[in-house]
C-alpha cells in the first residue's frame, strides 16, 4: 500500500506538525524573498545599502582633544610631573651647555601633538595593516608619561618603571642645586691633600704614572687641581669650549627621541637606513617614540638625558686621536672621577640637591683605549643631604676603534646587614638591623645613569663591565649599545649587588642594526636582606642585521627569604638568518658547596662569603687592572668588594631547605 501525501501538507508537517495533521487551514505566511523554508529561493543577494558618510557636527560632535589630555593622569603621576618640573627649574636654571640646553628645555616643555592614526593607500610604500584608528568622535589622549611635558616621565605602572620605587623617588625632593654650579672649584692645598687621601682610600684614584690623564669632579663640580689633561682629554665649562662637530653628539637624545641614527645603515647597493623609527618598516617598525607602542620597549632615560643637558655644570670630554695606542699591550686607562659629599655641594637648609654629571668620548679610527669611570663617596655623615645623581655617559666608535669601559658605582655607603632577620629572633637588649637600615641617610639618595654607546664604524668593539656595589636607596642603570656598521661587537658584563633596603634596577639594550654584527651579555645579580632587584636585558635585530650572532645570559643569587629579584631576558628578531640565544638562572647558593666548606672547617658565615665572593669575582676580575691592585691591597677594587659582601652575608637559615641550585 502506498500512501501519498499532497505537496502543501508535506511542506505543513515540515515547518508546523501541529498545524499539518491537527489544523489544516492554518495559513503560513511567506515573504517574497524567501521560501516558508526561510532559505534564499535564488533571487540573489539582498541589495546593500550604501554606507551614509558620517558628517562632523551633524551625526557626531566633535570632542576637545585638548580637554581630555590629563585626563587619564591619578595623584601619583600628577606628583611625578610636579616632581619633574621642579627638576627642570625656570628658565634661568640651566647648566653650561648654551643653545643645547634651551633645545632641550624647549623639547621637554612642548606638548605632544594629539594625532589619530590613519592608515595609507594600499599603494603606498609605506603602507601596513599594523594601525589603530580611533572613531572621529572618540577623545585622543597622549601616552601615558607624555600628558605634561614632551618626553616621557616616570609612571609606577609603566613598563620600563614597574620593578622601581617610582612613589619613594618623587617623595623626595631633588630640585636644589650644588653651589656655584658651572664654575670650576677653587681648593686649598691642605684640601687638595685631603681629598687625594680620600679618595685614595675609595678607590677613585690613580696617580699620574698609573694613568694617561684624570678628570675628578666633585658634586658635578670640575676640579682642576685634583686633574690631569692632555691634548684629547680635558673638561667643557662654557658653550665655547665645545668643537663645533661634537654640538651634534651632546645635543643627541636616547630611546629615539633622536631620530637620526649616528651613522647610516647600509640595506643595498646604495641604499640606506638614516631614520630610527623606520628600520625594519613598514611591518616590523617601532614608529614613533611618542607611540605607547614604542614607549613600552623604551628605558624610560630620554627625559632625564635632556634634563641632563639642560642642567649640567660641566663635560668630561675624551677625544682619543687615530691610531692611538693600537699596538700598545699594557695600555693605560683614563680615569673619570664623579665624587659625592654628604651635603651634595647644596646649602645647609637644603632638602634635597641634584647634580648632573656629563661624559662624551669619542673613539678616533684603529685607536685602543681604556675609560675608567667611578662613582665614589667624598665623606658621609648624619647631615646627609638626600642627593639626586643623573649621569649621563655618551661614547662613539669610529672605524676600527677598540675600547674598554669600566664603570664602577660605589657611592651611597654600606647597607645594614641582617635585616632578613625576623623581629623575634633579635637578642634582647638589641636593635633591630631593619630599625638601624631605615634610619640609613643614604636610603633617601636616588642614583640614575644612562650609557648611551653607539658604533659608529666598521669593525669597531666595545667591550663594557659594569660593577654596581653602591648602597643608595634607588639605583637604576641603562645601558644601550647600538652597532650600526658592519663587523661591530659588543661585549657587556656586569655586576649588582643589592642589600638592605635597596631597589635597584639594570636595564640593557643591544640593538644589531647593520649586518655581521656580534655580541655577548652576562649579567650578574646578588640580591639579599629585605632588598628589590630586577635586570631586564633586551636584545632587538633589525631586519638589516643579517648574520647576527648574540648570545646573552642573566644569573642570579637570591640570599634572603625577604628578598625580592625580576630577570628579564628579552629576544626580538626581525631578520632570518641569525644566531641568537638568551637565558636566565635565579638560585640560592648551592648547598652541596655549602657543606663541601663547612666539612673543611669554615664557619657557615665565612662559606658563604667565600661562594658569594667566587660569583662576583668573574665579573670583578674583568676591570681594568690598574683598579684592581694587589688582592692584599687595601685600596684594591677585590677588597672593598669583599667588604661589602661580607656586610649582608646571609644570617640564619633559609626557610624552605632543599637545594635550588640551577647553574
Given at each position: 500500500?502506498?500512501?501519498i ?13 501541529s498545524a ?5 487551514h492554518?495559513?503560513i ?5 524567501t ?12 541589495e546593500?545599502e550604501e ?17 581630555y ?7 601619583l ?18 647648566g ?5 640646553a634651551?633645545?632641550a628645555?624647549k623639547?621637554?616643555?612642548t606638548?605632544?601633538p594629539?594625532?589619530n592614526?590613519v ?16 572613531l572621529p568622535?572618540?577623545?585622543l589622549t597622549p ?6 611635558f ?6 609606577r ?10 612613589p ?10 650644588p ?7 677653587e ?13 685614595e682610600?675609595?678607590g ?25 689633561t692632555?691634548?684629547?682629554v680635558s673638561?667643557i665649562?662654557?658653550p ?5 662637530d ?14 637620526e641614527l ?10 640606506f ?5 623606520k628600520?625594519?618598516g613598514p ?6 617614540p611618542?607611540?605607547q607602542f614604542?614607549i ?15 642642567r649640567t655644570g660641566?663635560?668630561a ?24 659629599t ?14 648632573h ?11 685602543s683605549?681604556?675609560?675608567v669611570?667611578?662613582c ?12 639626586l645623581?643623573?649621569g ?14 669600566s ?8 647597607p ?9 629572633d633579635?637578642?634582647?637588649g ?16 636616588t ?13 669597531a668593539?666595545?667591550e ?7 648602597g643608595?636607596g634607588?639605583?637604576r642603570?641603562a645601558h644601550?649599545v ?6 661591530a661587537?659588543a ?10 633596603a ?5 636595564k640593557?639594550n643591544i ?12 649579567q ?10 630586577s ?5 632587538r ?13 642573566a ?8 628578598a625580592t629579584?625580576?630577570?628579564v631576558?628579552s ?6 638568518d641569525?644566531s ?9 647558593l ?6 663541601y ?8 658565615a ?9 660569583f662576583?669575582e ?10 684592581l691592585?694587589?688582592?692584599g691591597?687595601?685600596?684594591g677594587l ?26
Amino acid at each position: 500500500m502506498r500512501l501519498i501525501i499532497p505537496n502543501a501538507l508535506l511542506l505543513l508537517s515540515l515547518l508546523e506538525p501541529s498545524a499539518a495533521f491537527l489544523n489544516t487551514h492554518k495559513k503560513i505566511s511567506c515573504s517574497k524573498d524567501t521560501s516558508c523554508l526561510h532559505v534564499s529561493v535564488g533571487i540573489g543577494p539582498e541589495e546593500v545599502e550604501e554606507e551614509k558618510e558620517l558628517v562632523a557636527g551633524v551625526d557626531y560632535e566633535v570632542p576637545d582633544h585638548e580637554s581630555y589630555r590629563t585626563s587619564r593622569r591619578s595623584k601619583l603621576d600628577e606628583k611625578c610631573d610636579q616632581w619633574f618640573g621642579d627638576l627642570l627649574g625656570g628658565e634661568d636654571d640651566k647648566g653650561i651647555l648654551g643653545s643645547l640646553a634651551d633645545d632641550a628645555r624647549k623639547v621637554l616643555l612642548t606638548p605632544v601633538p594629539l594625532i589619530n592614526e590613519v592608515a595609507k593607500p594600499r599603494d603606498d610604500p609605506e603602507w601596513t595593516p599594523y594601525v589603530t584608528t580611533k572613531l572621529p568622535w572618540t577623545p585622543l589622549t597622549p601616552a601615558f608619561g607624555l600628558e605634561e611635558f614632551g618626553l616621557p616621565v616616570p609612571r609606577r605602572n609603566a613598563e620600563t618603571w614597574r620593578h622601581f620605587d617610582v612613589p619613594g623617588m618623587v617623595e623626595r625632593d631633588y630640585s636644589g642645586t650644588p653651589e656655584e654650579n658651572g664654575l670650576e672649584m677653587e681648593l686649598t692645598d691642605e684640601e687638595v691633600a685631603s681629598i687625594r687621601e680620600k679618595l685614595e682610600v675609595k678607590g677613585g684614584w690613580l696617580a699620574d704614572d698609573n694613568c694617561q690623564a684624570r678628570l675628578v669632579y666633585i658634586n658635578g663640580r670640575f676640579s682642576p687641581q685634583l686633574s690631569q689633561t692632555n691634548d684629547f682629554v680635558s673638561n667643557i665649562g662654557s658653550p665655547d669650549e665645545i668643537p663645533e662637530d661634537m654640538t651634534s653628539l651632546l645635543g643627541r637624545l636616547t630611546d629615539g627621541f633622536t631620530d637620526e641614527l649616528a651613522a647610516p645603515v647600509a640595506i643595498g647597493e646604495d641604499m640606506f637606513w638614516t631614520s630610527y623609527k623606520k628600520l625594519s618598516g613598514p611591518n616590523h617598525n617601532v614608529g614613533e617614540p611618542i607611540s605607547q607602542f614604542a614607549i613600552n620597549a623604551q628605558q624610560g632615560t630620554a627625559c632625564f638625558a635632556a634634563l641632563n643637558t639642560r642642567r649640567t655644570g660641566a663635560v668630561a670630554y675624551v677625544n682619543i686621536p687615530e691610531g692611538h695606542d693600537k699596538d700598545e699591550e699594557n695600555k693605560k686607562p683614563i680615569l673619570i672621577v664623579n665624587a659625592v659629599t654628604s651635603q651634595g655641594g647644596a646649602s645647609s637648609d637644603s632638602s634635597g640637591v641634584s647634580f648632573h654629571p656629563r661624559c662624551l668620548v669619542v673613539a678616533g679610527e684603529d685607536s685602543s683605549s681604556s675609560i675608567v669611570q667611578s662613582c665614589v663617596d667624598l665623606d658621609r655623615d648624619e647631615a646627609n643631604v638626600p642627593t639626586l645623581y643623573n649621569g649621563f655617559t655618551q661614547v662613539f666608535l669610529k672605524k676600527g676603534a677598540q675600547m674598554k669601559h669600566s664603570f664602577l658605582e660605589e657611592s651611597g655607603g654600606t647597607p645594614v646587614g641582617g635585616v632578613e632577620i625576623n623581629d623575634d629572633d633579635v637578642e634582647e637588649g638589641k636593635e633591630k638591623p631593619r630599625d638601624i637600615e631605615a634610619r640609613r641617610p643614604e636610603l633617601k639618595d636616588t642614583h640614575l645613569e644612562a650609557i648611551d654607546v653607539h658604533a659608529i664604524g666598521d669593525d669597531a668593539s666595545y667591550e663594557g663591565v659594569l660593577m654596581g656595589v653602591g648602597g643608595s636607596g634607588r639605583v637604576r642603570i641603562a645601558h644601550t649599545v647600538s652597532l650600526l656598521r658592519p663587523g661591530a661587537h659588543a661585549s657587556i658584563k656586569g655586576f649588582c649587588l643589592s642589600a638592605g633596603a635597596q631597589q635597584t634596577d639594570i636595564k640593557t639594550n643591544i640593538h644589531h642594526i647593520a649586518q655581521g654584527t656580534t655580541s655577548e651579555q652576562l649579567q650578574k645579580n646578588m640580591i639579599g636582606g629585605r632588598s628589590t632587584g630586577s635586570f631586564k636585558g633586551r636584545i632587538r635585530v633589525e631586519q638589516s642585521a643579517q648574520q647576527t650572532d648574540s648570545q646573552q645570559l642573566a644569573r642570579t643569587l637570591l640570599m634572603s627569604d625577604r628578598a625580592t629579584a625580576w630577570a628579564v631576558p628579552s629576544l626580538e628578531i626581525i631578520a632570518d638568518d641569525v644566531s641568537c640565544t638568551h637565558g636566565c638562572t635565579v638560585s640560592d647558593l648551592s648547598e652541596e658547596e655549602m657543606f663541601y666548606l663547612r666539612a673543611r672547617g669554615l664557619n657557615r658565615a665565612l662559606a658563604r662569603n667565600l661562594l658569594m665572593y667566587g660569583f662576583a669575582e668573574e665579573i670583578c676580575g674583568l676591570v681594568d687592572p690598574s683598579m684592581l691592585e694587589a688582592i692584599g691591597c687595601e685600596s684594591g677594587l677585590q677588597q672593598r668588594v669583599i667588604a661589602k659582601l661580607e656586610n649582608v652575608v646571609p644570617q640564619g637559615d633559609r626557610a624552605i631547605k632543599g637545594e635550588f641550585q640551577s647553574v
